[in-house]
């Protein structure tokens, strides 16, 4: 059971607009900032937003991220074949003292 | 370019121990933590451990608290993850993560390693 809660799926047609919730708590999102990473089969994890919604360099603006309370979300927009893969997001809890995904969102392209 | 090498996955039995290192280049390793981030199979991911930047601040998730030790050699730009007492719980690829501070705690993990296959199995 993850701390952070995501939804399982979600799709899109391409050039389509999606978006991605990622729900937290007080003692995490609340208070810590959120980052999002992006994982393709059999591949490590990248890093696609960090500090809620700032876009390492490399990282399409396609990609942005926001976060309100206890809640954070990536959205994906002109969206595209190759954007299908898993998309995690993560923020430290301040009482478990560690860090904490969410279950991890696959993006599906219709 | 910033580039992690894990080394050292293996099959290995319950109860065991094995030993992970992680090499990294391109970047002044002593400035940076390092994590260790792991992923069942068909799973999501889970933090592991993570060190700071003079290696004497070790950090564990609760999973592995008291059965993995990570420590880090600043001379040789390299983290170590050693394993003890494993369980088939533990089956994952584990992944070495350079982090974006010197510190480990409340920051984010930057670059990541291509990942180093543990299967616990009898």
């Known amino acids: 059971q993850s701390v952070l809660t995501q939804p399982p799926s979600v799709s899109g047609s391409p050039g389509q607009r999606v978006s991605i919730s990622c729900s937290g708590t007080?003692?995490?999102?609340?208070?810590?900032?959120v980052y999002w990473y992006q994982q393709f089969p059999g591949a490590a994890p990248r890093l696609l937003i960090y500090?809620?919604?700032h876009r390492p360099s490399g990282v399409p603006d396609r990609y942005s991220g926001s976060k309100s309370g206890t809640s954070a979300s990536l959205a994906i927009s002109g969206l595209r074949s190759e954007d299908e893969a898993d998309y995690y997001c993560?923020?430290?809890?301040?009482?478990?003292?560690?860090?904490?995904f969410g279950p991890g969102t696959t993006v599906i392209v219709l | 370019e910033v580039q992690l090498l894990e080394s050292g996955g293996a099959l290995v039995q319950p109860g065991g121990s094995l030993t992970l290192s992680c090499v990294v280049s391109?970047?002044?390793?002593?400035?940076?933590?390092m994590s260790w981030v792991r992923q069942a199979p068909g799973k999501g991911l889970e933090w592991v451990s993570g060190?700071?930047?003079?290696?004497?601040?070790?950090k564990y998730g609760d999973a592995v608290k008291g059965r993995f030790t990570i420590s880090r050699d600043n001379s040789k730009n390299t983290v170590y993850l050693v394993m003890n007492n494993v369980r088939a719980e533990d089956t994952a690829t584990y992944y070495c993560?350079?982090?974006?501070?010197?510190?480990?705690?409340?920051?984010?993990?930057?670059?990541w390693g291509q990942g180093t296959l543990v299967s616990v199995s009898s």
């Open positions: 993560a350079k982090m974006k501070s010197t510190v480990p705690t409340a920051t984010y993990f930057e670059h």
């Open positions: 391109g970047a002044t390793f002593i400035r940076y933590a």
């Open positions: 060190i700071n930047g003079s290696g004497d601040d070790p």
């Open positions: 007080s003692s995490n999102i609340g208070i810590n900032n």
């Open positions: 500090r809620n919604d």
């Open positions: 993560e923020a430290w809890d301040d009482s478990l003292n560690a860090y904490v």
